[in-house]
């Protein structure tokens, strides 16, 4: 059975400084997505980022990017230059590919301090 | 609409009552998914739907819940006879589905709570 876990369930950091959301999974299947998704207090889930885990480098987007170590399973993700609005909990998930069914994490809550 | 949109925002029910939860998806989306969020743990699949027909239902807990989506958009997810373990939030999401990427798209969900 494939599993994610976030080993992390609360993080705070300072505004403008960086942070790293930890993430790991396990699986015997050898192609799958992840995602980042966060989930703010109105509760929809927004994706962040996601990983293809057939391609080597690492996806950023803006301020966001990924740390992705197949061989380790492992999926960080970084934030740079924090900002108050991205506090809210995040989310890692894993989906094999052509199941179409997400499996998340246990969430971490970030919160940005002023 | 420009997302997903799900009705009612919150729902409060005594236990044993029947209880639907709408969602519509994103136009032009064939794939919708069901997920259940209890309090302090992240999104489970319940079940995912191309087109009209449910394609994988293997997260629905037991046969007190089901859900349909019979002309290939708007989806309902039900619950019988409800417990007060299926207190959660249910979200529902979409994706462009065989024809599209892996990302889906979250609505804001429905907090149901059986009293």
């Known amino acids: 059975a494939q599993t994610v876990t976030q080993s992390q369930p609360e993080m705070s950091v300072q505004e403008a400084e960086t942070v790293t959301l930890s993430c790991t999974y396990d699986t015997s299947e050898n192609n799958y997505y992840l995602f980042w998704y966060k989930q703010p207090p109105s509760r929809q889930m927004i994706l962040v980022i996601r990983q293809e885990a057939y391609k080597q480098q690492n996806a950023t987007e803006n301020r966001f990017s990924v740390n992705f170590q197949k061989a380790a399973k492992s999926f960080s993700l970084k934030i740079s230059d924090s900002q108050l609005g991205d506090t809210a909990m995040y989310f890692c998930?894993?989906?094999?590919?052509?199941?179409?069914?997400?499996?998340f994490g246990t969430g971490t809550r970030l919160k940005v301090l002023a | 609409g420009a997302g997903v949109s799900q009705t009612p925002s919150n729902k409060v029910t005594e236990k044993g009552k029947y209880v639907e939860l709408r969602c519509d998806p994103i136009?032009?989306?064939?794939?919708l998914y069901w997920y259940r969020q209890s309090l302090g743990q992240g999104p489970e699949f319940l079940i995912y739907?191309?087109?009209?027909?449910?394609?994988?239902d293997s997260g629905l807990p037991n046969d007190r819940f089901f859900a349909v989506r019979p002309e290939g958009s708007v989806s309902t997810l039900k619950i019988q006879r409800t417990e007060r373990g299926d207190s959660a939030v249910y979200l529902c999401?979409?994706?462009?589905?065989?024809?599209?990427?892996?990302?889906?798209?979250f609505g804001p969900g429905t907090r149901l709570t059986v009293l």
């Open positions: 136009s032009g989306h064939t794939a």
């Open positions: 998930a894993f989906m094999i590919t052509g199941t179409y069914k997400y499996i």
């Open positions: 999401a979409s994706s462009a589905g065989l024809a599209g990427g892996p990302e889906q798209f």
């Open positions: 739907f191309q087109g009209t027909g449910a394609a994988d």
